[in-house]
């Protein structure tokens, strides 16, 4: 998942910078984001095949993309990690500074789910040893099964963090340009090879498949620290929707909106990536401006508040749902004809994890992220002034 703090309003000047101390804006891609995932395991995940009644089986299906959340949060946690680091490299503490905040910030609640879902039974302890090293998305490598689902994309984002600090730091701003266009450029190549041969697990999945999401993320953090002006930046978002949105349609027929051929399987990932690539410059035109009461929706930004944490718990709720109530409350488990139950299923679980989430958030991971500042300092001032950004800001960052 991606960084995360405590964020505040955002600042009254009109036609703010868009790399701001605060974006509050991002908080509400990430509620957004997790709340597509939750849906999708509330309900579609499940229920697709029941047989409901033509509003709630329309309902069901609407949940079907929910699975796009995961890409949005590539591109945000690529956007966040590269920028925190391209503006921090000069730090004589650079790699201390990053890895032990990440890790205060990332592992804690990460091992807690390990060992719940451990002793739940909710997973078989050769998939948590795998996941404890972060190789939860290439468990089959090892002829074990991915038990709990949503731990392959935190795979995905752990390997970024181990890996991209040193690429950061060895290459020039330049070259660093270059190196992210490579992935974002290769990495539909490689699937689509990978395809055509006949090696097509692991297509959504392996890091190495999915990498270009995260480096659109990482040029956009790199775009918006040149002296690029907000009408630019304006130009650059019409013309990612814009070119998502025509070769979607333009590809349909091909079948780019399936990765079962291969038109889809090699660049199907690259036009939702450009997609969320423009939804995040949206964000944050309209949140470093007048409109930013539409980008910062309290729900949402609640929500994105305790994303990590609903992110990891939404699924272990849902099985504990299910496990008690077939045990002690038959009655009440989802059937063919009875949506009300789907329903209920979905406020008592759901709103179970969003409590859980929140309490952990408040009680467990904050008492780990007061230790950030203590043990690395954060000293000097790691946002740079440019051309959309107008004004100095103060030494704090998103992290």
Known sequence: MVPHSNLPAASSTTDAGLIRTFMPELDTIRGIAVLAVVLLHGFYWHYAGFSFGPLARAFVLITAPGWLGVNLFFVLSGFLITGILVDSRNRPDY????????????LPAYYALLLSILVLHSASSAF??????????????????CDYGPLWSLAVEEHFYILWPAVVKKV???????????????????????YTIGMRAGLAWYTWFVADGLAAGALLAILLRTSVTRRQIKYVCALLFGSAI???????????????????????????NAFFAGTLLFFLLAGSSSARRYVNLAPFRFLGYLSYGLYLNHLLAFRMYDRLCSRFFPQWMPSNGHFGLVLLRFALAGGGAVAVAYLSRRFFEERFLQWKDWLVPQSVSLIPESVVTREPVSNTQVA
């Open 95 to 106: 790699y201390r500074r990053f890895y032990t905040r990440r890790a205060l910030r990332i």
């Open 128 to 145: 948590v040893g795998l996941s404890f090293i972060y190789l939860a998305n290439v468990t089959n490598f090892f002829h074990v099964a």
């Open 172 to 194: 020039t701003t330049r070259h660093l340009v270059w190196v992210s266009a490579a992935i974002v450029a290769g990495v539909p190549i490689l699937r689509g090879i990978s």
């Open 246 to 272: 025509f070769a979607g349609l333009a590809g349909r027929p091909f079948g780019i909106l399936t990765r079962d051929r291969l038109l889809g399987a090699t660049f199907q990932w690259t036009l939702i």
